[in-house]
């Protein structure tokens, strides 16, 4: 099966810009999720999708972050207007909806704002 | 809230020798446990998890013990290998609210041949 897959891999905006990032999870999965790594820190979690509905949205820094997922299937995160601090690696992880069902992780995208 | 708390790295350590990475958690109930690792280049992936207290995961040589009483799931290898240069996450997914995933800082490891 074809696992988590996020694009881009990399993007590099300027402060102010805008940058949708994008996430396909594996076929069959209701539960998606963001988390974000800033550098050498911990994976914080930013929310989590079961199919379509945002079912936490806790960990969302602010209101220049949205993120939706119409149709259940693929999702995307829109960064507008990016600041410095946003520069992260954004990770998009699927899971089944049984309660011990692991966490499918994408490669990841490496946003840079400068 | 809940939280993971694991050793910084980085890690450094010559082929064959044991790997200890420390992890502490706090939570309410009975989490469950998880290592991931991430090579370099790619995404995460599950290494080993534990459901239950006293349980122990394992795969590819690695070890952890889901310690209740120490709230600990340290990540252990008896003889290390150039291919195991990662890094490695602790997790816990809450046992209540959303179940959500928390993550440690990431412990980096490098090994010498």
């Known amino acids: 099966e074809a696992g988590v897959t996020q694009f881009p891999s990399h993007s590099v905006i300027e402060k102010g810009q805008t940058v949708t990032l994008r996430c396909d999870p594996i076929s069959g999965h209701d539960n998606l999720y963001w988390y974000r790594r800033v550098m050498g820190k911990e994976i914080k979690f930013l929310l989590h999708f079961v199919k379509e509905s945002k079912q936490d949205e806790s960990g969302m820094p602010n209101n220049r972050f949205l993120a939706e997922r119409t149709g259940g299937t693929y999702s995307t995160l829109k960064v507008q207007p990016a600041e410095l601090e946003d520069s992260g690696v954004y990770f998009c992880?699927?899971?089944?909806?049984?309660?011990?069902?692991?966490?499918?992780f994408g490669n990841g995208t490496r946003l840079t704002v400068t | 809230g809940d939280s993971v708390t694991q050793m910084e790295g980085p890690v450094t350590l010559s082929e064959e020798a044991c790997l200890t990475i420390n992890c502490t958690y706090t939570a309410t109930g009975y989490p469950s446990l998880f290592w991931y690792v991430q090579y370099p280049g790619e995404g995460l992936q599950l290494l080993l998890k534990?459901?239950?207290?006293?349980d122990k995961g394992s795969n590819k040589g690695f070890e952890a013990t889901y310690r209740k009483e120490t709230t600990s799931f340290h990540l252990e290898k008896g003889s290390v290998q150039v291919s195991d240069s990662a890094v490695y996450f602790c997790a816990l997914r809450s046992a209540s609210g959303t179940y959500k995933y928390i993550f440690g800082t990431g412990t980096r490891l490098k090994v010498l041949a």
């Open positions: 992880a699927s899971s089944l909806g049984t309660s011990n069902s692991p966490l499918h």
């Open positions: 534990a459901t239950k207290a006293d």
